[in-house]
């Protein structure tokens, strides 16, 4: 600093400049630009991770007494910090079928802040109406918040802040780096929602790595054509899968067949992401679990095992033990999730690699 008065006014938002990485740095400010404009947004700013993202909203937005509606299935652990976290501090909630209107009907009240939904879910990778739901929100409260998570779409794919969403996050560290490399996460929104969300991400020491906003930025680059190619690989895996013999279904919205196909064709732009979830068929007279490692075990030489997703590899993982572990039995039952439910990240290899080995480990099965 050059001056009391300068470091003041920086400090204080009257001035640009940057004093410490808690409240912004140069990588962040270009990557949070990149992102603003894709999504259309008045504001945007990257956090540690995804999580930090679904968490500065919260604590910018809630108090307690309030309740939050979430549009199930979400990601687990955004069902967690509102279940078990947040409801000690006196914020409740309620569940709603994301794709039942009826269901937010039912649910809207006086006491709602706060909408939660997903533009793909996770796992089962259905499309709500997202602007259907976004406008009954709206019809019954101004005041209610809609935050939407992006990151299965992308902004290549969506952009909710156009449908009216007040909130749009993504898990960066998933298809928009791309690469596998980075922990970090996006949160984009209107004017009117904005004014507390910069200081909480600097209180509660959310804010970003100089580094992993570099390497998002060079992620940025090929994000287009990575969706194209990988959401072209996913709607030929799915295809192939669909009528297989050793499953029991097969989820993805680009299928005809897919009880969203319709509504994510409208909001999806004619492409439907890079996930594809699979359901093995129980073999009589063998444990699940086997069953289900063994096809894993089968498979790990092309597609790995691995918790997460969006790599430019393709990998598969096992919702019930990582992504959605926190999920009571019950609870997993009405998503339509069991022990032989697998999600593939379809990466950036050729199709027919990838189709052939996991036909191929399929046919070993011995349904």
Known sequence: MDSIEQADGILGGRVNGFVYRRDGHPNAASLEDSLRRMHAADHCIVTAQGMSAISAAFLAVLKPGDKVLL??????????????????????YADVD???LESWKSE?????????????????????????????????????????????????LCQPLSLGADLVMESLSKFVCG??????????????????IRPVVSAFGLASSPLDCWLTTRGLATLSVRMKHASELAMQLASKLQQHPALDGVDYP?????????????????????????????????DVNATVQSFIERISHVVPFCPSLGDAKTTLSHPASTSHRSYAAEDLAKIGV???????????????????AIEDALNALRV
């Open 179 to 196: 690469h596998g490399d980075v922990m970090l996460g996006m949160l984009a929104g209107t004017d009117a929602i904005w004014n507390r």
């Open 254 to 286: 680009g299928l005809p067949n897919n009880p969203s196909h319709i509504t994510a064709r409208d909001l999806l732009k004619g492409r439907y992401g890079n996930m594809v979830t699979i359901h093995l068929k129980t073999i009589p007279g063998q």
């Open 108 to 156: 809207l009240s006086p006491s709602v802040r706060m909408v939660v939904l997903e533009t793909i879910t996770n796992p089962r990778l259905s499309v709500p109406d997202l602007q259907a739901i976004i406008q009954l929100v709206k019809s019954h409260s101004k005041d209610t918040v809609v935050m939407v998570d992006n990151t299965f779409a992308t902004p290549v």
């Open 338 to 356: 069991s022990a032989r439910t697998l999600r593939f990240s379809c990466g950036l290899e050729e199709p027919s690699e990838i189709v052939l």
């Open 71 to 92: 549009g199930q299935p979400l990601y687990g652990k955004t069902s967690y910090l509102v279940k078990k976290e947040l409801s000690r501090w006196g914020v409740a």
């Open 98 to 100: 994301v794709c039942n």
